[in-house]
């Protein structure tokens, strides 16, 4: 057999070695452990960059390191307690690189409801205890399903939900409280008189030293409540569309800012939807440790809904056990199970 042009006929000859075009180092799975790492907190995301708070109050901008991944469940979101390397100066034009994301205590989590995002679940906040669900008793019109979906957040991330109810001054807040009287959720009423805000002084008290996210439609005063709360924020506001009733969205990201006695509020773009399809009965029931306990007697699979077959909910309600507060807080803990879902788009939005 004759070789071919330029084999010498040796083995050597026949072995083809492709170069290592991004150097001779070979890969290995091993990470650094960023002992050294400083902590930080985020305190927003815009397009890929984050501006931290440092140990010692320093602002610093920084990255995601390349080794976090990417996609949802690697995400950096306002609230997050990280580890970050680099440089950690504060300096203009540097950039440090956050290399991990220390454990969450709370996070608050929305999924999508159509198109490409159906079901996609993604992280809003982290580390927040308290969520603020802001809305307006008029000018727009109060929607409950809303209020309902955000309660439903809440417990699903065992923050403490708190109703603020604003524009006050414009309809009575006792109807509207009425229904959820049997949640006992706490409530905040505010009112415009001229430049004032009537009722802050009660929202001060119940934020401060704690953690806030608030969050509603776009047009219920969230961000003039922001200004109001942190005269440093400058947040813009803005009105109501006449022919729509709906708010324009004036934010579009989330912040965290601190207030002046302690702790942070945190003000989110005005939603349109919060999708719940990440949430079962089992997390829903949370929040209801009345209605935990004896759900544990229901058989395997029990959605709790009315009609379920041997709900242990039901009989409890009719054996008197319950309390004269029991029917409704079998009936409230039904509505946030219903409104996981919405079945009309108007009430979606």
Known sequence: MTPAR????????????????????????????????????VLAVDRGRYTLLGPDGTRLVGMKARELGRGARTAVVV????????????????????V?????????????????????????VANADQLVIVTALADPEPR???????????????????????KADLADPAP??????????????????????????????????????LVGHSGVGKSTLINALVPAAHRATGGVNAV????????????????PGGGWAIDTPGVRSFGLSHVGPAELLRGFADLAAVAEQCPRGCTHAAGAPDCALDEW?????????????????????????????????
């Open 6 to 41: 330029g084999d010498t006929g040796t083995d050597d000859d026949r072995v083809r070695v492709r170069p290592n075009r991004r150097g001779t180092r070979p890969r290995t799975k091993q990470r650094p452990e960023h002992a050294d790492a400083t902590e930080a907190m």
């Open 244 to 259: 729509t009733g709906r708010g324009r969205h004036t934010s579009s990201s989330a912040v965290a800012l601190p207030l």
């Open 100 to 124: 991990r994301v220390e454990e969450r205590t709370t996070a608050l989590r929305r999924s999508g409801e159509d198109g490409e995002s159906a079901g996609v679940e993604r992280v809003i």
């Open 144 to 166: 409950p399903r809303m209020v309902d979906r955000c309660l439903v957040a809440a417990y699903d991330a065992g923050m403490e939900p708190i109703l603020c109810l604003t």
């Open 317 to 349: 309600v009719a054996s008197g056990n319950a309390g004269t507060a029991g029917q409704a807080r079998l009936d409230s803990f039904r509505r946030l199970l219903a409104a996981r879902i919405p079945d009309d788009p108007a009430e979606a939005v």
């Open 176 to 213: 509207f409280l009425a229904q959820y009287a049997a949640l006992e959720v706490p409530a905040l009423v505010t009112a415009i008189e001229g430049a004032e805000v009537h009722g802050l002084d009660a929202v001060v008290d119940r934020l401060t030293g704690h953690t806030s996210v």
């Open 79 to 98: 609230g997050d307690r990280v580890a970050v390397v680099g440089d950690t100066t504060g300096r203009p034009g540097t950039l440090a690189r956050i």
